[in-house]
C-alpha cells in the first residue's frame, strides 16, 4: 500500500478516507494517532495489524465534541464526575475511561465494560472528526512497543507502506500521551499520567488515586487496570540505564562510563560538562519542555545507530514530571541505579 502524505489543508481528503474504512496518522494535540472510525469493527483492526497491538489492549474514542458521547450512544451513563473533568480540561489532553454501550466494538474495547473517551483539542484533529461524522478510534500511531510520533516524520518511519495516508499537521505540542483517569472504579484513579496532572485533577475532583502501576513495575500474575501499562513501551533500541542522584553524581558517573557507544539523555545545563554524546530534553526543571522533546530524544537516538547505552537522570515525579517518569521507567525496563549506593 501507498501512504498518501496530506498537508494540514487537506483534513477532508483525511476524513474521506476514515468514512470509507482507511487508517490515517493525524497529529493530536499530545503525539500523532493511527486513527480509524470507531464504530466501525473492521476499520479499527487494520490499525492493530500496522501497529503489531496486542488485540487485548483496548483503544481510545475521539471525539470532537462533549456532546457526541451521548448523539453516538458512547456510554451506558455520563457520570458528574465526567461532567466536571470535561468543563475543566476539555477539549485537551486527558482521556475519561466509562461504562460502554454496545454501540462499541469489541475491537475497540478489547473484552471490558469500558470505554476510553478523549475530545482532543488540536484544531486539525478535532476537524477531521467532524467531517468524517464518526468518533476515531486511535492509538498513538507506533510500532507497538516504539517511543510514540510526535511528528509526521515519526510517523512515516514506522508506518510507511502500512497506513492510507499521514496527515503532516507539525510537531505535537504536549508531546506525551493523554492522562488516562478511569470513573468506573469507587475512586476516579489515574491509570496513566500526562499533559494534565494528577495536582490539577485532584483541584477540581478532591480525592483521586494514581494506579501502582503509573509509578512501579507490575508484580507477576497482577491484571493490569490498563491493559497498555503491562507492556514494555517508549524503549528505544540502545539499553536505557536511569541514575538516581544528584547533578554532580551523574555528571561524574557518566562521565566515568564514556565511550562511543554511550549517550547522555540530560539537560542544557549538563551539555558542557558531559565528556560523551549527548541528547538534551531542555532545561532543568522545565517538565513541560522535556515532556515535548522526549520522543523524539529516544527517536534520534535510536537512529544513530552505534549507540548502545543511554544514561538519563530519574526525573522527578512533579507535575508533568510524573509523565516523563512513567515513560523513562518503562524504557528502562524498571531499572535504576542508585549512585548514592555505588
Ligand atoms: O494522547 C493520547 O492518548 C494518544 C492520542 C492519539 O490521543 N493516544 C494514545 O493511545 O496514547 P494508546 O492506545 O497508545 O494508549 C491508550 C492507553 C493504553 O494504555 C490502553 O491500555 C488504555 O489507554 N486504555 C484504553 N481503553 C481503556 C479502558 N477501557 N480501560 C483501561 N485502559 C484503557
Ligand atoms: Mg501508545
Known amino acids: 500500500m501507498k501512504t498518501k502524505v496530506l498537508d494540514k489543508t487537506q483534513f477532508e ?3 474521506d478516507i476514515l468514512k470509507h474504512g482507511g487508517v490515517v496518522g493525524i497529529p493530536t494535540e499530545t503525539v500523532y494517532g493511527l486513527a480509524a472510525d470507531a464504530l466501525n469493527g473492521k476499520a479499527v483492526e487494520k490499525i492493530f495489524k500496522a501497529k503489531g497491538r496486542p488485540m487485548d489492549n483496548p483503544l481510545i474514542v475521539h471525539v470532537a465534541d462533549f456532546s457526541d458521547i451521548e448523539k453516538f450512544n458512547l456510554v451506558s451513563e455520563v457520570p458528574e464526575n465526567a461532567k466536571i473533568l470535561a468543563k475543566a480540561f476539555w477539549p485537551g489532553p486527558l482521556t475519561i475511561i466509562m461504562k460502554r454501550t454496545d454501540v462499541i466494538p469489541p475491537e475497540v474495547s478489547a473484552g471490558l465494560d469500558t470505554v476510553a473517551i478523549r475530545f482532543p483539542s488540536h484544531p486539525i484533529a478535532q476537524e477531521i472528526i467532524r467531517v468524517a461524522g464518526t468518533p476515531l478510534a486511535a492509538p498513538s500511531a507506533n510500532l507497538s512497543g516504539s517511543p510514540s510520533p510526535t511528528t509526521a516524520r515519526h510517523v512515516l ?126 532545561r532543568r526543571n522545565d517538565y ?55
Open 13 to 15: 481528503v483525511a476524513a
Open 157 to 282: 518511519n514506522d508506518m510507511d507502506g502500512k497506513i492510507d495516508a499521514v496527515l503532516d499537521g507539525g510537531s505535537c505540542e504536549v508531546g506525551v500521551e493523554s492522562t488516562v483517569i478511569t470513573l468506573a472504579a469507587d475512586v476516579p484513579r489515574v491509570l496513566r499520567p500526562g499533559g494534565i496532572t494528577v495536582e490539577e485533577l485532584r483541584d477540581v475532583l478532591g480525592e483521586v488515586e494514581v494506579d501502582d502501576a503509573v509509578i512501579h513495575q507490575l508484580a507477576e500474575g497482577v491484571t493490569a487496570a490498563s491493559p497498555g501499562m503491562k507492556y514494555k513501551h517508549y524503549a528505544p533500541k540502545a539499553n536505557v540505564l536511569l541514575l538516581k542522584g544528584s547533578d554532580d553524581a551523574y555528571i561524574s558517573y557518566v562521565n566515568s562510563h564514556s565511550d562511543d557507544d554511550v549517550c547522555a539523555l540530560c539537560c542544557d545545563e549538563d551539555l558542557l560538562l558531559l565528556k560523551t554524546k549527548t541528547v538534551s530534553l531542555g
Open 288 to 342: 513541560l519542555t522535556h515532556a515535548r522533546h522526549l520522543f523524539d530524544c529516544l527517536r534520534r537516538i535510536d537512529e544513530n545507530k552505534t549507540i548502545r547505552t543511554v544514561y538519563s537522570r530519574l526525573p522527578d515525579v512533579e507535575g508533568v514530571g510524573l509523565a516523563v517518569y512513567n515513560r523513562l521507567i518503562r524504557a528502562a525496563g524498571f531499572e535504576v541505579i542508585d549512585l548514592e549506593k555505588i
